[in-house]
């Protein structure tokens, strides 16, 4: 059978790549605006309120990128000369175009975990000395999900374990919460219980959640103070911003349970790949990303070019590794003309090889 998908596009390559739905463009349209410079924007402090409420945080800032309230938590919880652990698969120090050096200027101490997540162990070894020699290590940065990970997450009681380290080595807690509400649903976790651990939270809302554009900084009264000016120098000031806070209302309201139907799909993707005899070491599926390795850096470009002639995109995770992404613009039609397509790639990757 063939889907009536063929003629249209399906992009995998990031949950990023999503447009808003018609009720979330309702919500836009009747949002009402005014000038957040000024703080008077009715819609952003709505947006701020209540995604710090919902963490158990005192307040919010709504800034254009999550890769800005990264680098403005880093920065308020950082001097010059510091240092960040953080797991060398994070995102804030592979994908932020080397924001904590330019920015806060600090050093990082980069730790081997386990896809991206690491224990309270590994924070007590590698706190630096009271040493005039060593960067004073302040921050501690963890990542939920870890999209290098493959979307692997920490419990709130990994989390637990990992901050009660940091406040009795006086280190503040970070987290990129990228994906934070992928991990939300696979847990099951109550989202309030965040707040106690954590100094700041960035919870972006333009991945799985589906908005245009946004992050908001979470954190204490007077922290969020402090973000404003940071935000002001990255040229982060808003005017009308309303009209984005409203989408980032309204995800939150009705976008984060919907969530675990893009884990269902994922899974579906991850059994068909796994029968495919150019897959290898495949990473666990546990939320909405699948990354998998293939034996060569030709194959990885052959599969994906096979793929694209389909009209089905897919993002290239190194010279040997495929990344799919799956988002609320991905339905179970599309799922089944990946189906398809994938069965057939063994066939048109072997004849390429002749």
Not at 199 to 210: A, F, H, M, P
Request: glycine residues 8%; contains cysteine.
């Amino acid at each position: 059978m063939i889907s009536h998908t063929k003629d249209i596009l399906i992009d995998l390559r990031s949950d990023t790549v999503t447009r808003p739905t018609p009720a979330m463009l309702q919500a836009m349209l009747h949002a009402k605006v005014g000038d957040d410079v000024y703080e008077e924007d009715p819609s952003v402090n709505e947006l701020q309120e209540k995604a710090a409420r919902m963490f158990g945080m005192e307040a919010g800032l709504f800034c254009p990128s999550g890769t800005m309230t990264n680098q403005i938590a880093i920065k308020l919880l950082t001097v010059p000369g510091d240092e960040v652990i953080c797991d060398r698969l994070a995102h804030i120090y592979n994908y932020e175009g080397g924001g904590i050096a330019v920015n806060s200027l600090a050093s990082v101490r980069l730790l081997e975990g386990d896809r991206g997540r690491f224990t309270p162990e590994d924070v007590l070894e590698n706190i630096n000395a009271d040493n005039l020699h060593y960067p004073r290590t302040s921050l501690v940065a963890l990542e939920n999900t870890v999209n290098k990970g493959g979307g692997c997450y920490y419990t709130l009681d990994q989390i637990a374990a990992i901050s009660e380290v940091c406040k009795t080595n006086n280190l503040s807690l970070h987290l990129d919460g990228a994906r934070i509400c992928n991990a939300l649903v696979a847990t099951g976790e109550n989202p309030a219980d965040y707040g106690q651990y954590f100094d700041t939270i960035s919870l972006c809302l333009s991945k799985g959640l589906g908005t245009p554009v946004g992050s908001v900084l979470l954190a204490s009264k007077p922290l969020i103070e402090k973000a404003k000016r940071i935000r002001k120098v990255m040229g982060g000031g808003w005017r009308q911003a309303g009209f984005l806070a409203a989408a980032g209302i309204y995800a939150l309201d009705h976008h984060i349970q919907r969530l675990a139907e893009d884990h269902q799909r994922v899974k579906v993707i991850a059994r068909h790949l796994d029968q495919l005899p150019f897959v290898q070491d495949m990473l666990p599926v546990e939320t909405n990303i699948v990354i998998f390795k293939t034996p060569s850096e030709r194959i990885n470009n052959e599969l994906l070019a096979y793929l694209k002639e389909h009209d089905i995109l897919a993002s290239s995770f190194g010279k040997d590794r495929i990344r799919f992404v799956t988002h609320l613009d991905f339905t179970d039609a599309m799922l089944e003309r990946l189906e398809e397509v994938l069965a057939k790639a063994p066939v048109v990757l072997d004849r390429k090889a002749l």
